[in-house]
């Protein structure tokens, strides 16, 4: 699964988080107070139409501009944060969710002129402060955890912020199934299994964790050639969580946990067994 469509997953999710100015106790008329929310709303408006337009440098003047005239605007700082980590150079990631003028070489190492590489570290270090403030704002801001746990060069701090989110993401599904906003609940899964991706990989570089072998592998005489791997069958019981099918979705990845469990793969058994529990309304 490509860098660049997880971040596509985030901007998406984005929108679910609560829009929330907060207040600075300062003694002031309700009339005044007022008058800086709405000022400070309407630049922040200007700056997601400056994002949809692809105006990233006008978005963060617009974004900074809201936090300049209201310093606890949470969703200002995230929303700034993403333009810090996502568009280093004003411009969007490459397909493989490199810089421009940068290579992947493989899953972990990534080779950049050293003049876009401090670019890079810079932006980023910025977008880790935004997503902390928006954090420090609001403790329960699930998509600033995951952005900055994408971000987090310590291993231990990624995963810490990785977990709080999908510790988060998971306590807002059984909200959103009871209120049947299925196609709501089906993005909110998909980031979490785009997590727990992204976990496994952390795991491997700092423990050396390596995935299970498969034991039945594709065209052998045990597993037949057109049989689906737990990944196909997890990406289609969220495909039809989206149209409500809740049954069919349980199905699917009932199985993709049978098959990790063959494969004694039992980090992502449990993990396809608690989104299972969640949906069933059971289990966080």
């Known amino acids: 699964m490509s860098r660049l469509k997880l971040v596509f997953t985030c901007l998406s999710l984005a929108a679910l988080s ?7 106790s300062v003694k002031a008329s309700s009339v005044a107070v007022q008058e800086v929310q709405t000022k400070a709303k309407n630049l922040f408006y ?3 139409i400056k994002v949809n337009e692809g105006n990233y440098q006008a978005a963060l003047e617009a974004f900074t501009k809201a936090i300049n005239i209201e310093p606890r605007y949470a969703e200002a700082y995230y929303r700034r944060g993403l333009i810090h980590a996502k568009y280093p150079q004003n411009q969007p990631l490459n397909a493989d969710g490199t810089v421009k003028g940068c290579e992947r070489i493989d899953t972990y190492r990534i080779i950049c002129p050293v003049s876009v590489q401090n670019k890079v570290q ?3 270090g910025k977008a880790i402060t935004d997503f902390t403030q928006a954090i420090q704002l609001n403790p329960q801001y699930t998509a600033a955890y995951h952005q900055r746990g994408l971000l987090q060069e310590n291993g231990e701090s990624k995963l810490q912020d990785l977990e709080m989110a999908v510790n988060l993401y998971y306590s807002k599904v059984p909200v959103y199934l009871k209120e049947n906003k299925y196609e709501t609940a089906a993005k909110i899964l998909q980031a979490v299994e785009e997590i727990n991706i992204a976990k496994k990989s952390v795991n491997s570089l700092m423990f050396g964790v390596k995935a299970p072998p498969n034991r039945n592998p594709i065209g052998s005489s045990t597993d037949s050639p057109n049989k689906k791997s737990p990944e196909d069958l997890i990406n289609e019981a969220f495909q039809v969580l989206n149209k409500g099918d809740v049954q069919t979705a ?8 049978r098959i990790y469990q063959e494969r004694k793969d039992e980090g992502r058994y449990q993990e396809v067994q608690r989104t299972i529990a969640v949906i069933k309304g059971k289990g966080k």
């Open 122 to 124: 810079e932006n980023k």
């Open 18 to 24: 609560n829009f929330i100015v907060n207040v600075p």
């Open 250 to 257: 349980l199905q699917k990845l009932e199985e993709a946990g």
């Open 46 to 48: 200007q700056g997601i």
